[in-house]
């Protein structure tokens, strides 16, 4: 799915509106429309008003209120059969699709009120327009209540409420959420069983980076119009964005297209595109000869997990070179991959590995560097020297990483050559990436582009940015899967891949959304907190079964 920054889908509404001439006013109708079906969608199966909450905390105001002490001048019940819905507007153009979706809700029986957040004098033109067209039907823009009565009055009237609609901020927002704009956040947050339906975006969030601007709204649902937008994937956003909906309102496609939209999310097309195929008569050298280096004292599950995770992603050969002080106990757990001992010094690698690395590295397509190697300084020179040497496509990931920290001029010296790296937020931060001052995206995509590597940056929400600009987000996986031995699995995934010839980019958004789908069927099974790395490789294959329609 492409995703469009603020800036990008400002710029395809004015295409749409000065010069393909389409009016204003036709695209927020159609967005007004796609939100009225969204909230009757939502609201099926929705209980009956009574009943509900029958006391209400109230945000800056004197604590807990009950219902009947509040001034009642227009707070009746729905009646029988009738839902309610409140819409709460700021004054530009996405309160303008709130007002029209009221409209409509009243037009289909909907008990409907709006509440103007905001300076009633700074009305868009188009939001000007729906507020006459609510005329039409008898509703008025009623102006958010800025008094502790008024407050009271409108939790009450709320608690009868079926559904919220948000359409308080539009994606353009870059500001902190203050007054009573938090004040009409906090209300449509206080009710847990009443669904909130944002208008593009939910109100509060950072279109681009998916940051909180101070309060948000943590929506139910969320129709977004004509593209998603990166904000509703990553940081705070994929949490606060609900269901997500994307709607056409209109714009036309090649609009769209002439944007650059070279940041999306990783869907199972793109990555069934992206899985080898395999010859009917192939042989083992034919699907990818994989080299890890990986293991020390006190690590040696990391290359164990790697190298099982590369073997059930496909891999025809993986040999794993680890310290020989452990190579036994590695052995004794690999058995369809093929471990070898290397010279050590206090349990890891010592210079004089290096020539045993390189004979054996000579035979294979692609190399993964840094499991569980821990830390030291002769080890630490020896992976530098071997990062400016390898020639095949190079993954590092963990001590990889780490050992290059202090070093990265030896990224400078694979120029022409496949790296990909895939630290955590932690080693992000060692290697340099600036996620204090910006977003993960925007860290990702500049890291990228500044090194000449395809970056997986891991966390929640992980993202995949190549040097060309292209980033991805992946939306698979769960929080069962923040345990030691996951990173272990992902790079044993991506190296198969890439030993098997898949573009460095797609490999790694790939195995990413892999990852993560094992990761949820393991979670499905055994329960996030119960689930292991090793159950998540398991799942490996049904994954894959699952893409290729078996």
Known sequence: MKLAFAAQMKEMDRVAIEERGIPSLDLME???????????????????????????LLPEATGEVSIGDCCRTWTKMPGKGEKRVAVFVGPGNNGGDGVAAARLLKERGWDAAVFLVGDRGTLTPDTA???????????????????TTGLCELYAWCAGCDAFVDALFGVGLCREVSGLFALAIALMNTYDNIPTVSADIASGLHADTGKVLGCAVRAAATVTFSLAKPGQFIDQGALYTGRLMVRDIGIPGDVMAAQALNVETIDAAVVKETLPMRKADGHKGDFGKDYILAGSVGFTGAPVLAAHACARMGAGLVTVGTPSSVWSIVAGKCLEEMPYPLPEQDGKLSAAAY??????LRGCDAALI?????RSGESDALLCRLVA?????????????????????????????VTVLTPHDGEFARLGGDLERTDRLTAARDFAARWGCVLVLKGHRTIVAAPDGRAAVNTTGNSGMAKGGSGDALSGMLLALLGQGAEPYAAACAAVWLHGCAGDRAAQELGEVSMLPSDLIRQIAAVVMGLQGR
């Open 30 to 56: 159609r967005a007004a429309e796609e939100i009225a079906d969204v909230v009757e969608e939502l609201t099926e199966v929705q209980e009956s008003s009574a009943g509900r909450e029958k006391r209400l």
């Open 129 to 147: 327009a729906m507020e006459r067209r609510l005329a039409e039907v008898g509703l008025t823009l009623r102006p958010f209540p800025a008094d």
């Open 355 to 360: 020539e045993k690395i390189m004979e054996k």
């Open 370 to 374: 840094g499991p569980g190697l821990g």
């Open 389 to 417: 040497e390898i020639q095949q496509p190079l993954l590092l990931d963990a001590d990889g990483i780490n050992a290059l920290c202090a070093h990265m001029d030896s990224l400078y010296q694979r120029a022409g050559r």
